[in-house]
């Protein structure tokens, strides 16, 4: 049974309980309230969940990466616009190629001290550069041939100022504002945007599987690759609990969480636990064979590769220094093998 239909049975219990009789012949039914439910959850796995916070996140993982004019692939380089267009993708987000084009998405922003993190910073007229605003004057960008995408100052005041992505989320609020009308459910009518589906989850007491679920894919994967035994294993915690229908707010997806970019470049799909378990161990196995060390591997699973050339180890992000230590500490306790 999937994460989403085992949350459609727990709940439907509940439904089933809590609602007499009498009142779910007047209102919601099983039927109904399954239906209700699959609505709410297929509208909260949509792309309007993604936020400008997100696109700064997403960018970060470009970090290090070369500039190359013309550039769309990180693998061997970018340029400015191919540098957005490449994060907003992650997204789930679909921007024209050039910087030009670019600087007209969205919706207008006054000046500089109204924008907000994920805004699209542009330059010239007409537009000869582009960036993603990050706050505090500053940007992350391709900046011209020679050097590799970085954080650097907004050097003069943009010709354009572009929001393509809210600062919050309204996906998550208005799918469960929808499940709050469900009668006999009154406790969800509290719910707001920070309880997303794992929240759900463990409100009511739905597990999605856990490690044992998949146990056999990991160990498939890591003698079929050579990789430490429990690594696999790890990664899956951390990146979503072992839930195969997990997405991130950046667009992560499925058990391993790969972006749908970095799926596509593997051949798999990141929601088939099979498929992703196997791409990520590939994935794993080159960072690996690049870096040398499995803490490095993991930062550049985490944050991306070119963030981990450009730093000479661990990123000073604290979400990626957090994930390698979490990750080495349950691996050197066994906990996740």
């Not at 219990?13 to 009789?21: D, G, R, S, T």
């Not at 007209?104 to 010239?124: C, E, I, N, R, Y």
């Not at 160990?219 to 990146?239: D, F, R, W």
Request: with cysteine; hydrophobic share 40%; glycine share 12%.
């Amino acid at each position: 049974m999937s994460g989403i239909q085992a949350i459609m049975s727990r709940m439907a219990e509940i439904n089933a309980l809590v609602v007499p009789a009498s009142r779910q012949a007047e209102g919601t039914s099983g039927s109904e309230f399954a239906a209700s439910l699959t609505d709410a959850l297929g509208q909260a796995d949509t792309a309007g969940s993604a936020t400008g916070a997100d696109a700064v996140t997403a960018a970060q993982k470009y970090l290090g990466v070369p500039y190359v004019w013309g550039g769309t692939d990180p693998d061997s380089g970018l340029d400015c616009s191919g540098l957005v267009q490449r994060v907003y993708a992650d997204l789930g987000v679909d921007l024209p190629r050039v910087s030009r084009d670019q600087a007209k998405v969205g919706t207008a922003v006054a000046s500089l001290d109204q924008a907000k993190p994920g805004d699209l910073v542009a330059f010239g007229s007409p537009v000869h550069h582009i960036g993603i605003y990050i706050g505090d004057g500053k940007m992350i960008h391709a900046p011209e041939a020679g050097q590799d995408v970085k954080v650097g100052k907004v050097y003069e005041t943009p010709t354009a100022i572009r929001r393509v992505l809210p600062e919050t989320s309204t996906a998550t609020t208005s799918s469960l504002t929808g499940l709050s009308s469900l009668s006999g459910l009154s406790g969800l009518s509290g719910l707001t945007s920070s309880d997303s589906l794992t929240a759900l989850t463990g409100k009511y007491g739905v597990s999605s599987g856990g490690s044992s679920a998949y146990a056999s894919l990991f160990t498939q994967a890591t003698q079929k690759y050579g990789l430490p035994t429990g690594l696999l294993s790890a990664v899956a915690k951390a990146e979503s609990n072992y839930n195969p229908n997990a997405v991130s707010g950046a667009g992560a997806q499925g058990l391993m969480q790969l972006m749908p970019s970095t799926a596509k470049g593997l051949g798999v799909d990141a929601m088939n636990p099979s498929q992703a378990v196997d791409g990520a161990a590939r994935l794993l196995k080159s960072h690996l064979e690049t870096f040398g060390t499995v803490p490095l591997a993991l930062a550049a699973y985490n944050a991306g590769p070119g963030a981990v050339r450009k730093y000479d180890g661990v990123p000073p992000y604290t979400e990626t220094q957090n994930y390698v230590r979490k990750i080495m500490a349950n691996l050197n306790s066994g906990v996740a093998a």
